[in-house]
């Protein structure tokens, strides 16, 4: 009798308080030969049922290699993970048997990735991509998966559905790609969706109608979306909470509206003020000085203190924890109260 | 697609003509005398020697020669005759069975293993066995086919029988069928199949890091279908054209295996009549194989459109 899902994990809603997914203290590494790189160290966050996390930061922030922990993605070896708990609805994932691990991987967590070009095998017809979800995990007959299929790109709004089925990736537009990885993506109802990353590759006025689409899906059915971008200007729209990454670490975390409002980091703050806004047209743009860290090779106590306006000298030394700002929020400064108030040293 | 092979076709007859055309300068160029060729050791008789030379158009401009040969392959489907009178055709024909033969031999023996182990040593990168298979292509590559026929030959061909007392691979010739095709067709193929080990290795390697893996691993396909079924079939494209470019190679670089297992292949044949200075042999047979060349060629190209959806031919 072949395992299912629900044989590993139990079905249903998340139990009382413990939310949809959590990961604790996790950490990242990759042992490559030039030393070994810490891309995540002690990230810790949670999604609830119904709820949107956006995870902010730049490339090498460790934003993605977190998520790809999550889906059991990554390559180990190079990859280890030394330490931390990835809990999906009280189970950590990360103690599960490779075998049981596929079972939750694309039916109860799934992920979608950035350049849906590349991301989609460009052999095979989109419609048979589609309908593999449903033939090797649900077992279906090749019609009627196919059928599903076609419900599905009707779901995602792919315009005449049953003739495109029978394309493949390269003959739709970038918009109607990420379309089906949408689709593919949510075929088996999972509760948590990843997307790493959806709109980066599209243009601004397919971006807004990927996310609106995300949103809607979300709405229907509840999941708990991981939203990773850089893009501060998706987060505002549709998150519910942010979590903004520098060098591996969350460096502060809140609900959307309050950090929006007032930045209790120094980098979230200096991320901010670097979006190019239209009463400022004519100013010079204002950008975050210094580069990112070399993961091989990270700045002591905070990591971003090479870069920071706020520095003051126990900051090259002592590595600050997430400081508790309120029960929702928390930001990893030393001097969180003076970034809130916003008095520039 | 039809309209493609068409196009295909007519830009192969400039290929040809061209091909022919420097064959038949080259074999010109030769040093030696033909007609003298044909009296052995004895001075030919000047008057019959310039009867044949007149009758073979010897004495006309290269380029008539040419035209009188060409003009014949064209309208009348004829490749001439050799100068004892035999026709070309008739030479060629139970040679070129033979050297089709051992080509297509070489080639599924090249298919099979190389592919194969280029997949193993893919799986298992960095691995003992991926390094051993590594090491023995390098040994493959770096050894002559003329060590590699004699030795098997001996070994295989002559040795086996001594010890077991059973005829398992023919040391020469062509009595038995496809056995006596197997040794050969390894020694023929044996460089392709550590090129084309090492290639499969690279290419499913590559394809393995490429994002749509990724995606398959993500929505939670058992490891067995991400690699059979996602990586295999994009990892296979490059391979083809490798495949069908080598069957026109091993076809015409089938000299050196004909001669060692004694083959009456035309790679053989060649050899013989370019010593003999026979034009019309020696065009026959490498027109034979430029055919073989823009046929595999094509059937290759339409294979691409087979494996590749993304490659269209309008």
Not at chain 1, 287 to 300: D, E, Q
Not at chain 2, 74 to 90: C, E, L, M
Not at chain 2, 166 to 176: L, S
């Amino acid at each position: 009798m072949k395992k299912t899902s629900a044989d590993v994990l139990p079905a249903g809603g998340g139990s009382g308080n413990e939310p949809l997914l959590a990961v604790d203290d996790l950490h990242v590494e990759f042992h490559t030969r030039a030393g070994v790189v810490r891309a995540v160290n002690g990230v810790s966050y949670t999604v609830r049922a119904g709820e949107t996390l956006a995870v902010l930061g730049e490339s090498g922030s460790g934003k993605s290699v977190t998520a790809q922990a999550i889906m059991g993605i990554l390559d180990m070896p190079p990859a280890v993970i030394p330490k931390g708990e990835i809990r999906f609805k009280g189970t950590d994932v990360l103690k599960l048997s490779e075998r049981d691990r596929t079972q939750v991987r694309g039916e109860r967590i799934a992920m979608i990735f950035q350049d849906a070009l590349s991301a989609l095998n460009p052999v095979f017809t989109v419609g048979w991509q589609i309908s593999e979800m449903f033939r090797v995990h649900r077992g279906m007959s090749k019609g009627a998966a196919m059928k599903k299929a076609v419900e599905l790109m009707d779901r995602v709004r792919i315009p005449a559905a049953k003739q495109r089925v029978h394309d493949y990736p390269h003959q739709f537009s970038g918009g109607m790609r990420q379309r089906i990885m949408i689709a593919m993506s949510i075929a088996l109802d999972p509760e948590v969706l990843i997307a790493d990353e959806p709109t980066t590759a599209l243009d601004v006025t397919v971006q807004a109608q990927i996310m609106e689409l995300l949103a809607e899906l979300q709405r229907e059915s509840q999941m708990g979306l991981i939203l990773i971008t850089h893009d501060l200007g998706v987060v505002a729209d549709v998150a519910d909470k942010i979590a903004v990454m520098y060098g591996g670490r969350i460096v502060e975390n809140a609900p959307v509206h309050d950090i929006y409002k007032a930045p209790a980091h120094p980098y979230t703050k200096g991320l901010l003020d670097s979006i190019p806004r239209v009463d400022q047209k004519g100013q010079e743009l204002y950008a975050i000085k210094g580069l990112p860290p070399n993961l091989l090779s990270m700045p002591t106590g905070c990591a971003f203190h090479p870069r920071c306006p706020y520095r003051q000298e126990n900051c090259v030394t002592d590595t600050p924890p997430l400081y508790e700002i309120s029960g929702t929020r928390g930001s990893a400064c030393h001097y969180w109260r003076e970034v809130l108030d916003g008095e520039r040293q | 697609m039809g309209r493609y092979v068409i196009r295909r076709l007519i830009q192969a007859i400039p290929v040809l003509i061209g091909a022919t055309l420097l064959i038949y300068c080259i074999v010109f160029a030769l040093p030696g005398d033909p007609i003298a060729g044909l009296f052995g050791d004895k001075r030919p008789d000047p008057a019959i020697a310039e009867v044949l030379r007149e009758q073979y158009h010897l004495n006309d401009p290269l380029l008539l020669q040419y035209w009188y040969y060409i003009s014949g392959v064209i309208f009348r489907g004829d490749f001439g005759v050799n100068f004892a009178n035999v026709p070309v055709s008739q030479i060629m024909a139970g040679k070129f069975q033979v050297t089709l033969n051992l080509a297509v031999t070489a080639l599924v023996m090249e298919a099979i293993i190389g592919v194969g182990l280029g997949l193993w040593a893919a799986l298992r990168r960095g691995k003992a066995a991926d390094t051993l298979i590594l090491a023995a292509t390098l040994l493959l590559i770096s050894v002559p086919t003329l060590v590699t026929g004699f030795v098997l030959q001996l070994v295989l061909g002559v040795k086996l029988k001594q010890w077991t007392g059973a005829d398992i691979f023919p040391v020469a010739g062509t009595t038995e069928g496809l056995r006596s095709y197997l040794v050969p067709g390894f020694v023929l193929a044996g460089v392709s199949i550590a090129y084309l080990t090492r290639l499969t290795r690279t290419s499913l390697a590559e394809t393995l890091r490429s994002d749509y893996i990724r995606t398959a691993t993500a929505k939670g396909l058992p490891r067995r279908r991400v690699v059979g079924r996602h990586a295999l079939r994009n990892a296979l494209i490059p391979l083809v054209t490798y495949l069908g470019a080598d069957l026109g190679q091993l076809m015409g670089g089938a000299v050196i295996t004909e001669t060692i297992f004694n083959l009456q292949g035309i790679g053989n044949q060649l050899f013989t009549s370019v010593h003999l200075r026979e034009q019309p042999v020696v065009v026959g047979v490498v027109t034979i194989l430029v055919l073989v060349y823009i046929l595999a060629n094509m059937i290759v190209d339409l294979l691409y459109a087979v494996l590749d959806p993304r490659i269209r031919y309008e």
